[in-house]
């Protein structure tokens, strides 16, 4: 470590090392400053204008997130003139679109008609979709700014959901650039980018089409992503479960043999939805459509719920007991009358390596065959 | 996998995944890694756009991450071993292999030198179709890399040549001294979550858990031992298409199905179709009632992914937690409670408590998986073999020296797909995954957003062939192979090569399996799903 790599952080020096920014540095030491469009790993866009903070010597507030510590550098993360920028910008991004999450305390007759009217869609019928699940939001009520500022306005865009999975509301994007960000640097589909200009200035695919008519694989990673309402799973549209009541279960996705770690997002015994563990390999939070949205299958009406015993031609429900009696009766008589070589196991990819073992095990040990085998070659 | 093991000593991916950000070249065939391991060709994607790391893709559809690659080879199908025996002409005749790694680490390079002296690029060009000023290219590459890896699928495996096209790619890996490297090593892409899984823990016809080989009588004493029996089974057991042969000549009287849906992903499907149905018993143990359940005797209800502790193990060689977050429907169980109530039945006690107890277990019996407990994996898994409880796993293998020692060289000689286009089935047909759906579809299909984005079953056909048979997109097609023949829509593509069509496997009602050829590759036992050759004619 050079001697003279030290940044001065609210007082206390910091070692640093070349390249690294001033949020890098205070993260690393546990300092907070307020990040919105922030993408840890990502190149810096600068955008939100929240992680602002101050230098010595400079006249103007900086980004945190995209200016480089420097040796001898002084930096404020909480002076009175950090906190009102920070305030201002976060009343500037609640005001610049439907952001209707503080609008409880506003008079009703400050709601135009057009908002009335869009209580009646099915996608607004309530607050944000993101209501209790948006880093705007939390931002806003932990700088205390203040609904009256805010008056919502009207929606800009119309709703775009003709996708089986993922809303789009552009009404709510504040334009951070972190769902561009993923989209061609992490998952690099290259599907989205900004598009238009000024106050026009919107996400758009080639030709601003709909994502079902983009060369989108709806792998999920801007909606991960995304801090506010603007890109919501449509299958939290339809349920409107608050997220902190939803049970959180990491485990390994079910699909191809990439193995990667997801939560499990759990309420009343049903899968609500799935997000990638960040920060964990093999996938580092990613995931693809399988993955993401493939879950139905878990709670599908047709699952099978009791063992089945076919009797002419017919299958018939049965308990356990009798199904199990019946196989252990089968087996045995066939063991007995043909040997254990005239019966064959299938084990499964599909399950976990405990019942694999129990598998062959089984085969093995129980019946006297190693006729045990898997479609590992199909 | 018979090929790896037989050339490095084991069968599974050499290399993490996180490796592919330490190659300078990726050699990727017969994977089409955007559309069935996704996440994985992210970091492919990124390292090709973003940096200076160079991509091969070997494949005769323009499938997608073919817009990533340096180079874009396009052979026949069914000629891999060709190509890869040309590119090893090439760099041994430049003298761009690695002449200390080769004989050091290696034995049998004579051999393979005299076999790859014949494939001269000309000749290459000839069987495969690959420009030889592509393929010479395409050498230079890969031989000048520091670290060069390779990656394939069941493109290289579904041949009757599959064990001969492994052994080829990993002629061409050790030739050029990139195994046992960061960066570098042979990568076979597991299809399913726990194929890597399955095979550990003995769920093959020749060995217990961690390869232990059953005719093995040293090992064989110990898991007799462990499993309190008298005497375990010494011979070799059937494969799963050795299986369906057994029951379709009524030497195999039982069989008992775990989570498989051989009705639609078996070859030659009318043939499978017959086998079960001369079966005198059969049991099925799934989440759904699959077109195999249904045939059935007795159909055993299990618990899903997400009902269940236990563990996966990843294509890469991790053992990573599975946790239980729902409770299974009705009175479905989980797997491993099925079959240890009914080996209780059967008069051999297996009373586990949880998933964890026969963890436990497995970590006894498995040399590799000696050191693997729940408490370790909780945060993060581990990489096997992992010896002991102070092993960190070994996320890299044969780094000192290979599985078997010295890395074996094979010589190979092409051998032509088992089928080839005649006049009377003119086109060659190969199948395959796509995006949005999953091996049988049995939990796909079960989604409706899935079913939105890929509803129906399709024929992929190039403008070229599609002008010739007079096909618009969308007319319905009738496929017809000598084995079967099945009705899907047109679908004109710039992925399909002149003279080829793709089908996917998913749609039962559409299966592709109904034309495909049961031909097997000698040593692996896979079937030649990947070329067969068909006609086709407008509905």
Known sequence: MEPQNIININGIDYSFTPGETILEVATRNDIYIPTLCYLKGMSPTGVCRICLVEVEGVKTLLASCSTQATPGMVVKTDTPAVINARRMNIELLLASGDHNCLARSLDAGLWTDFQLDALDIEEHRDLCPAYGDCRLQDLAILYRVKPDHVVPVNPKYDVEDVNPFIVRDFSRCILCGRCVQVCNEIQVNKVISFGYRGATSKIITRGDRALKDSDCVFCGECLQVCPVGALMPKQDMALRTPVNEMKKVRTTCSYCGVGCQIYLHVKDNRIERVTGVEGTSPNLGSLCVKGRFGYDFVAHPERLTTPLIKKDGEFHEATWDEALDLVAKRMNDIKRDFGPDSIGLFTSARITNEENYLAQKFIRAVIGTNNIDHCARL | ?539
């Not at chain 2, 080989?213 to 059937?238: Q, T």
């Not at chain 2, 079966?279 to 195999?292: A, G, K, R, S, Y």
């Not at chain 2, 997109?473 to 399909?496: E, P």
Request: hydrophobic share 40%; proline share 5%; glycine share 8%.
């Open chain 2, 1 to 539: 996998m018979a090929g790896l093991a037989a050339a490095f000593g084991s069968g599974a991916m050499t290399n993490p995944i996180s490796d592919i950000e330490k190659s300078d070249v990726i050699l990727i065939t017969g994977s089409n890694t955007t559309e069935n391991h996704p996440v994985l060709s992210t970091y492919i994607k990124r390292v090709a756009s973003f940096t200076d790391t160079k991509l091969i893709v070997v494949d005769p559809r323009r499938i997608p991450i073919t817009r990533f690659a340096t180079i874009w080879m396009r052979q026949t199908l069914g000629t891999d071993v060709a190509w890869i025996n040309g590119m090893m002409h090439i760099i041994i005749k430049e003298g761009l292999y690695d002449r200390e790694y080769v004989e050091f680490r290696t034995e049998g390079f004579e051999e393979l030198r005299a076999t790859v002296e014949q494939y001269t690029p000309e000749r290459v060009e000839k069987i495969t179709g690959i420009p030889k000023d592509q393929l010479v290219e395409a050498a230079h590459l890969y031989a000048q890399a520091n670290a060069a890896s390779i990656f394939y699928a069941m493109g290289i495996t579904q041949h009757i040549t599959g064990t001969d096209n492994v052994k080829s790619l990993a002629n061409l890996a050790m030739l050029c001294g990139n195994v046992g490297i960061e960066g570098g090593g042979v990568n076979p892409l597991r299809g399913q979550n726990n194929v890597q899984g399955a095979c550990d823990m003995g769920g093959l016809p020749n060995v217990y858990t961690g390869y232990q080989k059953i005719d093995d009588p040293s090992v064989r004493n110990r898991m007799e031992k462990a499993w309190g029996v008298e005497k375990l089974p010494d011979k070799v057991g059937a494969t799963v298409t050795g299986m369906m042969q057994m029951a379709h000549s009524g030497d195999l009287k039982a069989l008992y199905i775990i989570g498989e849906n051989p009705m639609v992903s078996d070859p030659d499907l009318n043939h499978a179709e017959d086998a079960i149905k001369n079966l005198d018993f059969l049991v099925v143990q799934d989440i759904f009632l699959t077109e195999t359940a249904r045939m059935a005797n007795v159909v055993l209800p299990s618990a899903a992914f997400a009902e269940k502790d236990g563990t996966f193990t990843n294509t890469e060689r991790k053992v990573q937690r599975v946790r239980r977050a729902v409770k299974p429907p009705g009175d479905a169980r989980e797997d491993w409670k099925i079959i240890s109530d009914l080996a209780d039945k059967m008069g051999y006690p297996m009373r586990y408590g949880n998933a964890r107890d026969i963890m436990r277990e497995i970590a006894e019996v498995t040399p590799s998986y000696h050191g693997i407990t729940y408490d370790r994996i909780e945060v993060d898994g581990i990489y096997w073999p992992c010896l002991s409880m102070d092993h960190p796993g070994t996320p890299r293998l044969h780094e000192e020296q290979f599985s078997r020692g010295l890395g074996l060289f094979h010589a190979v000689e092409y051998i032509p797909p088992d089928e080839l286009p005649d006049s009377e089935y003119p086109l060659y047909l190969t199948t395959g995954r796509i995006l949005y759906h999953y091996h049988t579809g049995t939990m796909t299909m079960k989604s409706e957003g899935l079913n939105a984005l890929a509803p129906e079953c399709f024929v992929e056909i190039s403008q070229e062939d599609a002008l010739y048979y007079k096909i618009k997109d969308n007319d319905m097609l009738n496929v017809a192979s000598r084995r079967g023949s099945i009705k899907a829509r047109a679908k004109i593509s710039s992925q399909a090569q002149k003279g080829a069509i793709f089908i996917p496997f998913h749609y039962a009602e559409a299966a592709a399996n109904r034309l495909t050829n049961a031909a097997l590759d000698p040593v692996a036992k896979i079937p030649e799903y990947k070329v067969c050759a068909v006609r086709i004619e407008k509905i």
